[in-house]
Structures are given as C-alpha cells and as structure tokens.
C-alpha cells in the first residue's frame, strides 16, 4: 500500500522532501468482522492549500489539527468503497470525503463519507468544484458577498480551485468580474487569443499534437487521451510558460499505446471540462471574466486595480491577502464586502506581511468577513445540485490540473505556493 507520510514538520516554504513516498503493510482488504468500518480503494485525492497549515506543529491549537510525522496524510478524496461493516455503504459504492494519501483506506467513521450523486459527471469534480473549493467558492460568494446584478467584483488566485468557480457564479449573477493570477497564460495571453474546439488539437490513437497557430514558444498544451477519463495512449506537451518555466524549450511526455499506469515519470495533464485541453486565456476566454490581470508584471497593484476598475470594487473575494489586500482596501467602494477566503501568501511567512490600509475599512464602511467552508456544510445539497446543473448545461466550466499516482503528489501540493497548478490541482492515485 504506497502511501505519501509527512516526514518532519514545516517551517517556512514547504519541500518535497518534507514529505516521503514509502510503500506500508499490504492494504486490509475487509473490514474486520463486527465492525462498522469501510475500506476504501483511493481514485483521486485533493491537494488543497489547508494542508500547509497542518504540517506545522502548533502549540496553540489551530482550526485543523496537525499532521503526524511519519503517518500518511489525509484530506478530501474520491473513493470506492471496497469492504463495508456499515449498513448505508456497500461495496463498488463511490463515495467522497477524507481519506489517506495512500492506495486504499481503512475509514472508522463512515458518516463522514457522502455518496456521489452524480456520477454521470467526472469523478474527479468531487475533489473540486462539486467538493469543498466549489462549496467555499458558492457559500463565500453568495453569503458573505451578498452580490447583486452589476457589482464590481474582483478576485484574487482567480484561476485555482476557487477562484475559477467565484468567477463564473459572479457572471451568472450579472457582475463585472475581473481577476488576477500569476501568469499570461492563466489570465489572458495577447499571442493566445484563439479559443479550439477540445477535438482540433490530438488524435488520441497516435499521440499526434498540431499546435494550429499556437507554435509560439510560450504555448503551453496538455493533451488527454480522447477516449476518456483515464490516459491510454496520448501525448501531454508542456510549453516553458507554465510548469515553472520560462525557456523556449517545450518537453514532451509520451504515453505508450499500451500502459495502462505510469511506472516512471510524471504525467499531468489540465483538463476543461474533464478532457484535455488548452491552458492558455483562462480567465477571460475560458472562464469568461470581463479582464484579467497577471499580478506578477504589475509593480505597481494600486495603479493596476485603478486602471482596471476605475468606478471602485464593491465585492473582493479575498484568496491571498499580503500586498494585494494592502492595494485592495483604498479602492474598495463605500459599502464594499470582502470575503476573507484565504491568504496564501501569507502561509509559509514566519513573520505575516504588514497590511497598511486597514483604516480604509472604517471610512468605506467596508465590510470584511472571514469564513471557513465547513460553516456552511447544510448548504452542500443545494449548491450540489445547482452546481452539477450548470456544469451539465455548459454555463459552468471547470479545469483541473491532474497528476497521476502518488509519487507524483508531493511537488503537485507544494505546486499551489508557486502557482504550478493551472485550475484545481489533484492526483489520480488509481483507475476508476
Ligand atoms: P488554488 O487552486 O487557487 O491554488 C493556489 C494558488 O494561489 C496558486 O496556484 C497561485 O496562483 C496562488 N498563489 C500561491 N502563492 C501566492 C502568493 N504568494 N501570492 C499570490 N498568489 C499566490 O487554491 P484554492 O483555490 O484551493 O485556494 C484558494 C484560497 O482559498 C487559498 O487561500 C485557500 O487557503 C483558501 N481556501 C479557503 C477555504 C475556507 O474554508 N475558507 C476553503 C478552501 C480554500 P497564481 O498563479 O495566481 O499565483
């Protein structure tokens, strides 16, 4: 049972070497006799920023609690259920919920797990925008945002897990929406503007990938095998603009016809809407923001969030906090709601960036509103089925950045502080 433990806690920028791969006993296949657990075979696990927070070692209690050195991490994940002690699971039941980084789980508290219900739509999605980012994004929006038609809104990490979703519910609901994200090609690429079909760019069968215009340099394209939801023949082509680099070279990864899993090497592939797709123009053509900025080539935030909404922000959905919250609060309008999501900048900071502006808070009559997912857990059912919904009708799209199997799941969860992920990062630990 291959499972990723948490070698030492973390100080300052976490590592893949905080963390190690090992290979555990084999997996217990039943559950003991008289119990009421479940074991569960792993199909995909979720990274999620969180986990930082639990890989710390707090002396004062924090609002999760902290992982183990030496014992397997855990978080949210899509499983099958394999053996069950427990009256409402049975075995081939899909279910999500916590769960180890590791092959297969023993699960002593089953209540936890909520059935998949709708399984007519990627799997994966359950780590996501049908899971707790979709979840964070739907409550954070429209309970603490309060938005109305013709809002200003902006968002911050607008094309992560998050993010992408507060966009796209903030367009339905009639804002102008405008985000930030730390690269041309999660924004809007001026050498990009050609929005393809998902079906002009690879022949799943010979792994062949045109790039049609797109040969720039920068051009940055993942492929997935046409057949599906999992890869069995396909090419996966890494443009320097997107995984960590920035050079001309582009890497290609070929995936024989014939494996059926990775043995060696990384494969990663962004998916939209559950097959391979262009990374490129995220924000504004993909996910349909009104502009995008990359925050990174602005020096100057303050002159950038004037420019791009010269009228004031009436709603800031707030996802990483530092100098960006420092720019944000003097051109809030009077009356404006920020949703205190998260501040990923600040979480690998021993000593928190100072934010400066907090008066503006007071002469705008600002309202600011921290809130964690888990507040509003008696909101799932409706957001699942209003969610599942737009997905199914095409006014919600959804890219994900999947890599595949466990060794792979150390540098894809550190990935989320350098901004590697393109859309909701995961890993496929095992074929459906
Ligand atoms: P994302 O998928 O957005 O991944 C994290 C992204 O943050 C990176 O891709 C990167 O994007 C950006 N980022 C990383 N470091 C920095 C930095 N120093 N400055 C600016 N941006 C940075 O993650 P999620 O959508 O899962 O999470 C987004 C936020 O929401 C996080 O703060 C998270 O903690 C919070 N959250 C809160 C919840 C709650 O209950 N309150 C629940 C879930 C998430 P880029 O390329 O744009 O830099």
Redesign the pocket.
Known sequence: NKRVILKRYVTGFPSEEDMEVVIGDAPLMAVPAGSEAVVVKNLYIS????MRNRMTRHEVPSYVTDYVPGEVLTNYGVMKVISSGHPDFKAGDLVWGITGWEGYTLIDNPESLSKINHPDLPLSYYTGVLG??GL??YA?FFEICKPKKGDYVFI?????????IVGQLAKITGCYVIG????DE?CNHPEHNISRSRNTCCHWATGCCSLQGEASSASAVWLWAASAVWPVAGVVRVGGGVVGGGGAASVVWLWPASAVWPVAGVVRTVRVDGIGGVVVNLLKTKFGFDDAFN??KELDLDAALKRYFPEGIDIYF???????LDAVLPNMRLRGRIA?????????LANPDGVHNLFYIVTKRLRME??????YNEMYHRFEEETAAYLKEGKITYVEDVVVGLDAAPAALI???????????LVAVSQE
Request: glycine fraction near 18%; charged fraction near 10%.
């Open positions: 990274c999620d920023p969180y707790l980012p964070t994004a954070g911050s990490a607008a094309s992560g897990a998050v993010g992408q930030s994200a730390g690269s999660k925050y990174k707030e996802n990483v906090g530092g100098a960006t205190a999501c998260g501040m990923i900048s600040q979480y690998n921290g809130f964690l997912v888990f507040d990935g989320l502080f350098t901004g590697r992920n393109v859309g909701k990062q």
